[in-house]
């Protein structure tokens, strides 16, 4: 047997002592993005609700239709005020500055908004030059996934990018770059891809009607708005004035959207379907839940049946699942699902009598039958469109997705046809 020597023993170890320590020696350059809060100071903030004059779509949410106009939400933003008295012919009419708006209901010419962390009212009485009303301060509290963030220094109404070079060590847990890193005071948010981003109601007079987005809804003299967790109640007797009763009721975390029906509130969220009794409708109850896979959740509800989209690819909402779930609520204290469907990837919906209409993202507009709720068909598919939610209502469907607004007319349901658009404007 070939022996080795000592020295050669040693200078094996000493080899391997090197390497090792140019291993733990290695540095490694990376870059990463750092985004700084925009600070507007409370004084400013409450003082920015005004007329604007119109300007084009760029980046469209929520959508409300009130008497003969359509209001779009510009994320974060405000509202374009669309009037539709001719449908073939919609017109831009002007636009409501709300920093921090996603959500509207409106009530008797009053528009009711969250802007950031407050309620506004607003009097649109005279659509041309609306005007702030009251306010109630800090309805909502500091939010991340709301976008409610705010301190001493005043409200956070956008974020600057500054990228940072930095040389670690490559056994360093921050090695790799390429991340994220959102700044606000000493907490820090970091994400390797950020994304900022009758039994059927219908109108009641001088009331409008949202989307299946929807985190504001009115039910007789009270708007009920959920954040990401909790049910807020308040009186609009006086729409102008409105009330907060400070009976806030949790309900559960990631809700999303809610829908009214009859005298209960239908709650999406991002684990299930859940059902809120406002028979009082000053103490909201709670009185079931369907779970479901994680993933984002708006629901609708139609004779006694709700039909729920789910749908991943989103970081806030997780999940695998893209589905459209068909479930049995006329027992709404033991709700029944019946059946789903796979989707593309389904976001909005509505229903009017058997028809369903579903925004299926990127893969366009679909229209269901929905008769036969175990047998549930396809009827028409609308492709080359980007969809995101829509209202079904007197026969013309509403529809806004990521490239603008289009109306349809579906009197002739083997005749559905496009009548009018918005296109989106973005800036380069």
Request: charged fraction near 20%; hydrophobic fraction near 35%.
């Amino acid at each position: 047997m070939k022996r080795v020597s000592t020295l050669s023993f040693l200078m094996v170890c000493m080899m391997a002592l090197f390497s090792s320590c140019a291993k733990d020696n290695c540095e490694q350059t990376i870059t990463n993005t750092e985004m700084h809060p925009v600070y507007m100071s409370y004084e400013e903030f409450r003082a920015s609700v005004a007329s604007e004059s119109a300007r084009p779509l760029e980046n469209p949410g929520k959508i409300y239709l009130y008497n003969n106009h359509l209001f779009i939400n510009e994320r974060r933003e405000g509202v374009h005020i669309i009037d539709m008295s001719d449908p073939t012919n919609p017109t831009n009419k002007g636009f409501i500055k709300i920093l921090g708006n996603v959500d509207i209901a409106i009530r008797g010419d009053v528009l009711l908004a969250d802007s950031f962390m407050d309620l506004v009212a607003i009097d649109i009485s005279d659509i041309d030059n609306v005007k702030e009303v009251s306010r109630l301060e800090q309805v909502y509290q500091n939010d991340w996934n709301l976008g409610i963030m705010s301190n001493e220094q005043g409200v956070v109404v956008d974020w600057d990018a500054v990228e940072t070079t930095e040389t670690v060590d490559c056994n360093s847990s921050n090695a790799g770059g390429g991340r994220t890193i959102w700044l606000f005071d000493d907490l820090a948010f970091e994400s390797a891809d950020a994304d900022l981003s009758s039994n059927n109601p219908q109108p009641v007079q001088g009331e409008g009607v949202a989307g299946s987005f929807a985190r504001f809804t009115i039910v007789g003299q009270h708007l009920y708005t959920i954040d990401n967790s909790t049910l807020h109640t308040f009186s609009i007797d006086n729409p102008s004035q409105p009330v907060d009763l400070n009976t806030d009721t949790y309900v559960a975390w990631n809700i999303e959207t809610i829908f009214p029906y009859g005298d209960h509130l239908f709650i999406g969220s991002q684990n299930g379907m859940i059902v809120m009794s406002v028979s009082d409708p000053i103490q909201p109850v709670w009185v079931s839940e369907l779970q479901h896979f994680r993933g984002c959740d708006p629901v609708v509800v139609e004779d006694d049946y709700a039909y729920v989209t789910l749908r991943n690819g989103n970081p806030t909402c997780g999940g695998f699942e893209n589905q459209l779930d068909v479930i049995d609520v006329s027992d709404v204290a033991n709700p029944k699902l019946i059946k789903s469907y796979d989707m593309h990837n389904p976001h909005g919906l509505d229903v009017d009598d058997s028809t369903l209409f579903l925004c299926d993202g990127e893969d366009g507009l679909k229209v269901f039958d929905v008769t036969d709720k175990e047998d549930v068909t396809e009827m028409e598919h609308y492709k080359n469109i980007d969809t995101y939610d829509v209202i079904a209502l007197g026969e013309l469907l509403f529809m806004i997705g990521d490239d603008g607004f289009r109306l349809y007319d579906y009197s002739d349901l083997d005749d559905i046809h496009l009548v009018s658009s918005i296109p989106v404007n973005r800036q380069q």
